[in-house]
């Protein structure tokens, strides 16, 4: 039994799971399981972050990479330049971000989140996300062509027809047609609910940076 697989059977996980977890194809997961693909460490670290799982079969397997020799030292890449979103999300109530539908703008450098998908970047305005993000903040962010699936408890930037947002999402439980809206900074800036038809493109944050 392979590693990933081991991973599986600890965590009492179903592959379906781990592609949605991982936003890959149920394909790529199979050629895992069958050991005709390898976990990046990168995917290692984002299933690490859940916190909830046993990922020590995962990381012994990188250190063995590393002892073999099969890992070497960070290669020295090109920095690679995403959009710079032309507004902010807001991290607090929604605002008005001039009629922008779609996620575009000037570019960044954020060479560091290239291998987790980041398509954009985008300036966070506000304080309800402390301490986790404060006003200023840059989220690398990764746009999803299909939003019909999401991980609950993700911070997620929604842009929608009342503005741009960054949130905690959860499932409403009193409207399905609702997603419920959750701060950080949750004794300032209390839950609330959105249509899902009120929202205009979804993208899920998958690295930031900020300044002191």
């Not at 330049?81 to 960044?108: K, Q």
């Not at 699936?149 to 009342?162: A, S």
Request: net charge negative; with cysteine.
């Amino acid at each position: 039994m392979n590693n990933f697989l081991k991973f599986l059977e600890v965590n009492n996980l179903r592959r379906v799971e781990v592609a949605n977890y991982l936003n890959v194809s149920k394909q790529y997961v199979t050629q895992l399981c069958n050991g005709t693909a390898e976990l990046s460490d990168d995917r290692v670290s984002s299933l690490a972050e859940n916190g909830e799982w046993d990922v020590s079969m995962l990381l012994e397997g990188t250190r063995a990479k590393t002892r073999e020799g099969k890992v070497n030292h960070p290669r020295q890449r090109a920095p690679r330049t995403i959009p710079l979103l032309p507004f902010s999300a807001v991290a607090g109530w929604m605002n008005d971000n001039n009629g922008v539908d779609a996620f575009r703008g000037d570019t960044v450098t954020f060479s560091d989140f290239s291998e987790r998908g980041a398509d954009c970047a985008i300036r966070v305005d506000g304080d309800s996300m402390l301490p986790r993000y404060r006003s200023g903040d840059i989220l690398a962010i990764r746009i999803l062509k299909d939003p019909s699936f999401f991980q609950w408890g993700k911070v997620y930037v929604l842009n929608t027809t009342q503005g741009c947002i960054v949130k905690r999402l959860f499932p409403d439980k009193e409207n399905p047609d609702n997603i419920v809206c959750r701060s950080e900074n949750s004794e300032s800036y209390p839950d609330y609910s959105i249509g899902k038809g009120d929202i205009l493109a979804v993208a899920i944050v998958v690295g930031h940076a900020g300044v002191e």
